[in-house]
């Protein structure tokens, strides 16, 4: 390196360590700290976020409508207004199709009268008004039906000793229900706990 390069190197370097100190000392005179002073410029292009100390003035809305749309690891499922079904993707499409699957969403003929479904890892769970639970998809842990061996179950099939059911949720490997007196019903695996003082009944 040329003496006129060295120079001019060095030269720059003095300038970059001088501006440093000039912007680390403009940060120190601010009344704010220097993380402070960072958040207000950026304040408008990254929003803070409610902390643990800074509670919402009022809660948040608890949504109590019923669930509409769900999905498993390979398929989805969405209810309509009009009580229909429909399904998309791969297996349990409760419908016949070329290859097996289809990204479509199609009705499944049959259902018109449809409240709500719930989906876990590997199957699904359709609430209907009469306040029957029908369940399909997986069934190794007997989440759907613990009287079948079968770990697929491709049809709809009503889940028996429940009814007026107001809830519905399909876990992993495992089914809940909630009916109108409050009263909570499990089927599936409990290696977890999911089971104790608080479930009224196992199915």
């Known amino acids: 390196m040329s003496f006129q390069n060295l120079t001019m190197h060095k030269y720059s370097s003095t300038l970059s360590v001088v501006a440093l100190i000039l912007s680390l000392t403009m940060l120190i005179a601010c009344d704010k700290t220097p993380s402070e002073h960072i958040k207000t410029l950026t304040a408008d292009k990254y929003p803070v976020a409610n902390m643990p100390d800074e509670p919402l003035e009022t809660p948040l809305e608890i949504n109590i409508e019923p669930k509409r749309l769900a999905m498993t690891n390979s398929w989805s499922a969405g209810v309509k207004d009009d009580g229909t079904l429909w399904t ?71 889940i028996k000793g429940i009814k007026s059911l107001v809830y519905i949720h399909a876990g992993q490997q495992a089914s809940i229900f909630v009916d109108s007196e409050g009263k909570v019903f499990f089927l599936g695996n409990n290696e977890t706990g999911v089971v104790n003082g608080n479930i009224q009944k196992k199915i």
């Open 88 to 158: 998309w993707g791969t297996d349990g499409l409760l419908r016949e199709t070329k290859t097996g699957q289809d990204p479509t969403p199609r009705q499944v003929e049959g259902v018109n009268d449809a409240v709500a479904v719930s989906g876990g890892g590997g199957h699904m769970l359709l609430l209907r008004k009469d306040g029957t639970v029908w369940g399909w998809g997986s069934n190794r842990y007997g989440e759907i039906d613990p009287n079948d061996d079968d770990t697929f179950i491709e049809e709809l099939r009503q």
